[in-house]
Nanobody
Framework: QVQLVESGGGLVQAGGSLRLSCAAS????????MAWFRQAPENEREFVAG????????YYIDSVKGRFTISRDNAKNTVYLQMNSLKAEDTAKYYC?????????????????WGQGTQVTVSS
């Protein structure tokens, strides 16, 4: 069992930055993929970025490449999402998720554990 707690959301002006954190407790293994998803009102939950815990390999959706960076701190069992040059369309609730085995995936159903989410609001 893995528990995930997100933090770092808030209200920011367009062009600003935020850093989200996801602290994992319980069992964590190098085979895990940790990812960030987001969901805006009336939209589907979409994959944003993922990182393979062991290798550090990352993957991003096109709309955040060059603006967002996912990273991990093994000692703290924490994953971060640094978000720069934020846009109004980045406004959503952001969720941390864990996939126990295999490569980074962009499909929600492949993830086994989820946090409660943290709200990010970007004002234009």
């Amino acid at each position: 069992q893995v528990q995930l707690v997100e933090s770092g959301g808030g209200l920011v002006q367009a062009g600003g930055s935020l850093r989200l954190s996801c602290a994992a407790s319980g069992r964590t293994f190098s085979t895990y993929v940790m990812a960030w998803f987001r969901q805006a009102p009336e939209n589907e939950r979409e994959f944003v970025a993922g990182i393979k815990w062991g290798s550090g390999n990352t993957y991003y959706i096109d709309s955040v490449k060059g603006r967002f960076t996912i990273s991990r701190d093994n000692a703290k069992n924490t994953v971060y999402l640094q978000m720069n040059s934020l846009k109004a369309e980045d406004t959503a609730k952001y969720y941390c998720a864990v996939k126990s085995l295999g490569p980074i995936a962009t499909t929600r159903a492949e993830y086994d554990y989820w946090g409660q989410g943290t709200q990010v609001t970007v004002s234009s």
